[in-house]
T-cell receptor
């Protein structure tokens, strides 16, 4: 059983469209991170959310941490081809030393 | 330039032939970790190290060994590789402050694609 479930698994959209990616769990987390991974590279951190209900914006990306700190969403406004990649949510579990990743959402944005 | 380096980037080997994938970071990070990435399964943690001479198992440690003799290096050892260890491997590092580790991002290396035949 995956601790962090992401949906959708795949998303193919056209430039200019909006989209939302979800990360859900039955566990409560002290914080949650979102990473983006491009082909041939390692994941790169986009944001860390810590407080329940927190909303963070990074240009056209909006991240939200659920009130109960069990889920998170990533919303992209007016997607661009440069947004193409694998989006991963991740959370520290146990003694805050193990980072668990979701299965990922693969996004493709076409012209 | 602050970075995590891994070598080799690509490796094809045969079942049972011992191999080591090296990982080095130049950011003076205490925390280092190894992950494997497989289609449909995402990134899964193999081993992690909170500091020199301190290592612990992640979610999928079977068939792997690690050592942390120096702060900057964290090699991954496969004593007897098997085909089910064919995967994309990532090393990562981060600052590690007790009870606050979750606040710090992990910096990932470029990955090592391993094929065991």
């Amino acid at each position: 059983t995956q601790l962090l479930e992401q949906s959708p698994q795949f998303l193919s959209i056209q430039e200019g469209e909006n989209l939302t990616v979800y990360c859900n769990s039955s566990s409560v987390f002290s914080s949650l991170q979102w990473y983006r991974q491009e082909p041939g590279e390692g994941p790169v951190l986009l944001v860390t959310v810590v407080t329940g209900g927190e909303v963070k914006k990074l240009k056209r990306l909006t991240f939200q941490f659920g009130d109960a700190r069990k889920d998170s969403s990533l919303h992209i406004t007016a997607a661009q081809p440069g947004d193409t990649g694998l989006y991963l949510c991740a959370a520290y579990t146990g003694t805050a030393s193990k980072l668990t990743f979701g299965t990922g959402t693969r996004l493709q944005v076409t012209l | 330039e602050a970075q995590v380096t891994q070598n080799p980037r690509y490796l094809i080997t045969v079942t049972g032939k011992k191999l080591t994938v090296t990982c080095s970071q130049n950011m003076n990070h205490e925390y280092m970790s190894w992950y494997r990435q497989d289609p449909g399964l995402g990134l899964r943690q193999i081993y992690y190290s909170m500091n020199v001479e301190v290592t612990d198992k992640g979610d999928v440690p079977e068939g792997y060994k690690v050592s942390r003799k120096e702060k900057r290096n964290f090699p991954l050892i496969l004593e007897s590789p098997s085909p089910n260890q064919t995967s994309l491997y990532f090393c990562a590092s981060s600052l590690s402050v007790p009870l606050s580790a979750y606040l710090y991002e992990q910096y990932f290396g470029p990955g090592t694609r391993l094929t065991v035949t």
